[in-house]
């Protein structure tokens, strides 16, 4: 007998199309992205057929929503570094902390408890959402 996995496992490209189908629908949510709960019914359903196949269990509504919260949370951080702190994020290099820009990267792991793998880590949710 095989074990079903018990836990959802999100790819990059899981994500992705997770982030894609949000922001198309995002009018459902209003200007705050507040989506019902059958939103996030059809948007498992969306999952389903677009997801990695075989990989972890189904996503589930709950499992999309709790993963949207998760990736607007790094989406703000994310944000807010690109932002205000005059360190630069694009795709290509990640958060590319400089010698020069290095300090300012130091000082801000102290303030904000985070994934410091953003120093290294390329993702392309930042300009996906912001479209």
């Known amino acids: 007998m095989v074990e079903k996995e018990s836990h959802c496992i999100w790819t990059q490209a899981d994500e992705s199309a997770l982030i894609a189908y949000i922001t198309t629908h995002q009018a459902k949510g209003g200007n705050g992205m507040n989506f019902d709960k059958s939103f996030w019914v059809a948007t498992a359903a969306e999952m389903a057929n677009k997801g990695t196949p ?45 010698a020069k820009s ?29 479209k």
């Open 102 to 130: 290095e300090t300012i990267w130091v000082d801000l792991l102290k303030v904000c408890v985070f994934q410091p793998s953003l120093h290294h880590h390329t993702h392309n949710f930042h300009r996906q959402i912001l």
């Open 54 to 98: 075989g990989v972890g269990a189904p996503k589930s509504p709950d499992a999309c929503h709790q993963k949207w919260g998760r990736l607007c949370k790094f989406f703000k951080v994310v944000d807010k570094i690109a932002n205000s702190s005059g360190i630069s994020y694009t795709r290509e290099k990640g958060m590319n902390i400089t």
